[in-house]
């Protein structure tokens, strides 16, 4: 576009005079690039990346987000559902199915429960009563069991009971039939680091802590994280679960004349319990149903390699299909990780329609039971469709579609595995790409993670600098930013091909 300076003198015989001249050489310009021979792209695989669009990675995101699939809880109607429409994406574009029986699907057995409307909270203290707001407030436990529950409320810490560390946060308390209010982890975190964090890590488990309760004869728990939902623990008939937030700790804490924060840090501090009644009641709603036998799956297709020799060597690019269900409104789960399969999708499309083949094999992943506790990840390490030995690396993708940035855990870990990457977000993408080293394998908390455990290098993605919601109904597509979902595909498509090996036209 031409512009003119905010000059009326500008429109004189001279300045016309100038505008046509520069015109001119435009035209010239034009014309030799026109003319002249055809430019090969600076990577072969650029032109099929310019075929990824934004809106079509979003519509992924808003299919797998759809009430019909009722928040993809693995085990559920909903999550096969959301399974299938995988499949059929997987099958459009031509991607191989690995199994002679069941396709695409590689299914595993997992219990569920659904959460289902009518739950609430109310603390009684002394004549004033205090309902709570769901979800910002509260959320009822998604594996809780079903009832009404009015009891005394008592503060008993980590829920931890640890004779050899010396450790008892329900030593001298009577909590039989009443609710506890109890934290997550334990005193000792494990950023301090595996020696010191090891001796705790099995109390630190949410399983954990609500079996001690159970052994304790609690009848509910009041569980001080989020409040979100959180499909990651066991099922109890007899135990009502409700996550709480700051705003119902700071109630029950008020008049008790001590201070919850300082309480907190004395624990960590003098590793000694300080466990004490909370002197209110409080009444705990859930209605849920539970299902013992729930089938989930990983959804695998494959795009065959076609070296002689290479093809028998496999890269993964993957992430978690699964999200936390009804609790009891649909939990979306639009970055978490709609957003992570998005990419799958689109990276999957950019490479079988750019025309080239590959040398090594590429295994594209949707994979089930995250959330549930690693259990379809797991799945796939103790029956791997391809040997270990023979598999480069695995890529997984868990919440990239908020904010501009983007990180890569484990990319400093197994840089063969993440130079290429960095390469394609360097030259052509230009994003902001943080990395680490590899995490987390004392207590696996991702997929990559459990792959990294196995043996297995793996470079995990997520995005940020946005805000967002996490386990909760807020988790919605109008949070997700589309940009970053078409550059995190393009990039991985580019690197992918190089660590694949391009085979010319």
Known sequence: MITFPDNPGYLTLAGNILIMKRMILAGISLFAYLAA????????????????????????????????????????????????????????????KPYPESGYFQNFTIPYTVVLPGCSLVIQD????????????FMPGSTSGTGDLTADVVFAGYGISAPELGFDDYA???????????????????????????????????????????????????????????????????????????????????????????????????????????????????????????????????LPGSDPVLKNEVILIGGHLDHCGMCWEVCPGANDNASGIAVVVGVARALVQS????????????????????????????????????????????????????????????????????????NF?????????????????????VMTKAGIPSVSFSSYGGSGAYHTPGDTPETIWPETLEDLASMLTLALADLAGIIQK
Not at 126 to 137: A, F, P
């Open 126 to 137: 002394g004549g004033s009563t205090v309902s709570y707001h769901y979800y910002d407030e």
């Open 429 to 449: 993408i230009h994003r902001v790409l943080g990395s680490s080293v590899a995490g987390g394998a004392g207590r696996p908390r991702s997929d990559a993670a």
């Open 355 to 426: 025309g080239f083949t590959f040398k090594r094999t590429l295994v594209f992943i949707g994979i089930g039971g995250e959330e549930s506790g690693l259990v379809g990840i797991t799945k796939y390490v103790n029956d791997p469709l391809f040997p270990f030995d023979r598999t480069v690396g695995f890529i997984n993708l868990d919440c990239v579609g908020i904010g501009p940035n983007l990180f890569a855990g484990g990319g400093q870990s197994f840089p063969a595995l993440f130079s290429p990457i960095e390469a394609a977000n360097r």
């Open 172 to 302: 001298g308390l009577d909590v039989k039939g009443k609710i506890v209010l109890i934290r997550p982890e334990s005193p000792v975190s494990p950023a301090v680091g595996e020696d010191k964090f090891g001796p705790w890590l099995a109390y630190s488990l949410h399983q954990y802590k609500m079996q001690n309760a159970v052994n304790h004869g609690v009848a509910g728990v009041l569980y001080h994280y989020g409040p979100l939902a959180n499909t990651n623990n066991d099922y109890h008939p007899d135990l009502l679960l409700t996550m709480v937030g700051n705003r119902v700790v700071e109630d029950l804490f008020r008049g008790t004349g001590k201070d919850y924060a300082a309480i907190v840090a004395g624990i960590g501090a003098g590793l000694k319990p300080s466990s004490f009644p909370l002197g209110k009641k409080a009444t705990l709603r859930n209605k849920t149903e539970y299902h013992p036998r729930g089938v989930g799956m990983n959804v695998i297709g494959v």
């Open 37 to 96: 021979p055809a430019q090969e792209p600076a990577h072969p695989l650029l032109p099929a990346t310019w075929g990824i669009k934004s809106e079509e990675l979003v519509g992924v995101v808003k299919e797998l987000a759809d009430p019909k699939y009722e928040g993809r809880l693995t085990g559920s109607p909903g999550f096969t559902r959301a399974a299938e429409y995988l499949a059929g994406q997987f099958a459009a574009l031509g991607l191989q």
